[in-house]
C-alpha cells in the first residue's frame, strides 16, 4: 500500500478508496452512511458515475441493503447473477455489473454504514480473494470511526465552553453570534459523518402587547421564563439560543425526524401549560443543503405557525 498519513477518519478514507481502486478497479468506490431511509455518501473514488459526497439515495434501493441482511456476497463479480442485487432498484438508477460491499459497525454493533464499490462491466472472480483485505481496510476505517466519534462529545464540550462568552446576559443562552458559531462547527461535523440534525425556531407571540400594557419587566419576565420552558426540554447536548428580542433557536443534534417531531410537541405543550403563547417551526437538516437552510425552512414554518394562529383567534 501506498505511504499513507491517517491524521482522521476523512483522509483515511479517501486513502482507502484511493488504494483500493488502484488495487482492484471498479468506477467507484464510496464511504457511505446509513440515517433512516437515506443512504448518504460521505466519500467517494468516482471514475464514471457522477457521484458527489452529499449525494443521497434510499437505503432500500441498495445492494448494501442486501448485503447487510445477508441476502447476497460481500464480493458479486456478476452481480445480475444475484437475484436480490438483480431486483435493488439502485440497479435501474444506475448500471451495475459488479458489486462489493462490507459493512462499517459502531463500537455497540450497530450499522454506521458501508465500504462499497460498483463496475459497469463484469469483473473476474478471482476478485473474491480480495475480501480479507477489504474486510480488514473496512475494521480500519471502524476503529478510526469510533475513535472520532467517542470525541465528539467531548469537542462539542469544548466548544461550548469557547462559545460561553457569546451569550445572552438577560436568559443565559447563546446570543446570536454564539449560534452562528455552534451552527457552523455542528455543519462540519454533519458533512463529515452523516450525522441528522434539527432545528426548532420558537417566537413569542404578543410580546409588545404585554410590554406596552403590563411594562418592560412584565416583557423581560416572559422571555427569561421562556428561555427556561425551552432549556428544560432539550437534551444536554442540543443548543438553544435567543436570536433576537423575542426569537430563540433550538438546534437538536444527532436527531432523526422521529425525535424532532418529540421535541416539537414536548416545547408545544410545555409552553401551552406554562401559559405562555409562542409560534413554533421546525425543519430537519437537509443532507446536501445543510443547517443554515434548514433554519430558514423552520423560521418560515414559524411565521405560517403565527399566521394561523392569528386567523384562529381572529
Same mark, same amino acid.
Given at each position: 500500500?501506498?505511504?499513507? *498519513?491517517?491524521?482522521?477518519?476523512?483522509?483515511?478514507?479517501?486513502?482507502?478508496?484511493?488504494?483500493?481502486?488502484?488495487?482492484?478497479?471498479?468506477?467507484?468506490?464510496?464511504?457511505?452512511?446509513?440515517?433512516?431511509?437515506?443512504?448518504?455518501?460521505?466519500?467517494?473514488?468516482?471514475?464514471?458515475?457522477?457521484?458527489?459526497?452529499? !449525494?443521497?439515495? /434510499?437505503?432500500?434501493?441498495?445492494?448494501?441493503?442486501?448485503?447487510?441482511?445477508?441476502?447476497?456476497?460481500?464480493?458479486?463479480?456478476?452481480?445480475?447473477?444475484?437475484?436480490?442485487?438483480?431486483?435493488?432498484?439502485?440497479?435501474?438508477?444506475?448500471?451495475?455489473?459488479?458489486?462489493?460491499?462490507?459493512?462499517?459497525?459502531?463500537?455497540?454493533?450497530?450499522?454506521?454504514?458501508?465500504? #462499497?464499490?460498483?463496475?459497469?462491466?463484469?469483473?473476474?472472480?478471482?476478485? !473474491?480473494?480480495?475480501?480479507?483485505?477489504? @474486510?480488514?481496510?473496512?475494521?480500519?476505517?471502524?476503529?478510526?470511526?469510533?475513535?472520532?466519534?467517542?470525541?465528539?462529545?467531548?469537542?462539542?464540550?469544548?466548544?461550548?465552553?469557547?462559545?460561553?462568552?457569546?451569550?445572552?446576559?438577560?436568559?443565559?443562552?447563546?446570543?446570536?453570534?454564539?449560534?452562528?458559531?455552534?451552527?457552523?462547527?455542528?455543519?462540519? /461535523?454533519?458533512?463529515?459523518?452523516?450525522?441528522?440534525?434539527?432545528?426548532?425556531?420558537?417566537?413569542?407571540?404578543?410580546?409588545?402587547?404585554?410590554?406596552?400594557?403590563?411594562?418592560?419587566?412584565?416583557?423581560?419576565?416572559?422571555?427569561?421564563?421562556?428561555?427556561?420552558?425551552?432549556?428544560? #426540554? =432539550? /437534551?444536554?447536548?442540543?443548543? =438553544?439560543? /435567543?436570536?433576537?428580542?423575542?426569537?430563540?433557536?433550538?438546534?437538536?443534534?444527532? *436527531?432523526?425526524?422521529?425525535?424532532?417531531?418529540?421535541?416539537?410537541?414536548?416545547?408545544?405543550?410545555?409552553?401551552?401549560?406554562?401559559?405562555? @403563547?409562542?409560534?413554533?417551526?421546525?425543519?430537519?437538516?437537509?443532507?446536501?443543503?445543510?443547517?443554515?437552510?434548514? *433554519?430558514?425552512?423552520?423560521?418560515?414554518?414559524?411565521?405560517?405557525?403565527?399566521?394561523?394562529?392569528?386567523?384562529?383567534?381572529?
Amino acid at each position: 500500500m501506498d505511504h499513507l *498519513c491517517f491524521t482522521d477518519f476523512t483522509s483515511a478514507s479517501k486513502a482507502v478508496l484511493r488504494h483500493l481502486h488502484r488495487r482492484i478497479g471498479f468506477k467507484l468506490w464510496m464511504i457511505t452512511r446509513t440515517e433512516g431511509e437515506d443512504w448518504i455518501v460521505l466519500d467517494a473514488e468516482d471514475y464514471g458515475y457522477d457521484v458527489e459526497p452529499g !449525494t443521497v439515495f /434510499r437505503w432500500a434501493d441498495s445492494f448494501c441493503s442486501q448485503m447487510v441482511k445477508g441476502n447476497g456476497p460481500h464480493i458479486a463479480p456478476r452481480s445480475d447473477m444475484i437475484p436480490a442485487y438483480a431486483a435493488a432498484p439502485i440497479g435501474q438508477q444506475v448500471d451495475i455489473k459488479a458489486y462489493v460491499g462490507v459493512p462499517l459497525t459502531r463500537a455497540d454493533g450497530s450499522l454506521f454504514g458501508t465500504l #462499497c464499490a460498483i463496475d459497469p462491466a463484469y469483473q473476474p472472480d478471482s476478485i !473474491t480473494d480480495e475480501l480479507p483485505l477489504i @474486510e480488514l481496510l473496512g475494521a480500519l476505517l471502524g476503529t478510526i470511526l469510533q475513535s472520532e466519534l467517542k470525541a465528539t462529545d467531548e469537542k462539542r464540550r469544548a466548544e461550548r465552553l469557547a462559545a460561553e462568552a457569546m451569550t445572552d446576559a438577560q436568559t443565559g443562552l447563546y446570543n446570536r453570534r454564539g449560534w452562528d458559531v455552534l451552527i457552523r462547527q455542528e455543519e462540519t /461535523r454533519c458533512r463529515r459523518y452523516g450525522h441528522s440534525a434539527a432545528i426548532i425556531v420558537a417566537d413569542l407571540d404578543g410580546l409588545k402587547i404585554i410590554n406596552d400594557t403590563r411594562g418592560h419587566a412584565a416583557g423581560d419576565a416572559l422571555i427569561v421564563q421562556t428561555a427556561d420552558i425551552l432549556r428544560n #426540554c =432539550v /437534551r444536554g447536548n442540543d443548543i =438553544v439560543a /435567543r436570536l433576537g428580542g423575542d426569537e430563540f433557536g433550538i438546534l437538536s443534534v444527532e *436527531c432523526d425526524h422521529a425525535g424532532a417531531q418529540i421535541l416539537f410537541e414536548r416545547v408545544r405543550a410545555a409552553s401551552h401549560a406554562a401559559g405562555v @403563547e409562542i409560534s413554533i417551526g421546525m425543519a430537519m437538516r437537509g443532507h446536501v443543503t445543510g443547517l443554515e437552510d434548514a *433554519c430558514e425552512q423552520a423560521d418560515q414554518a414559524m411565521f405560517a405557525d403565527k399566521r394561523a394562529r392569528k386567523a384562529t383567534h381572529a
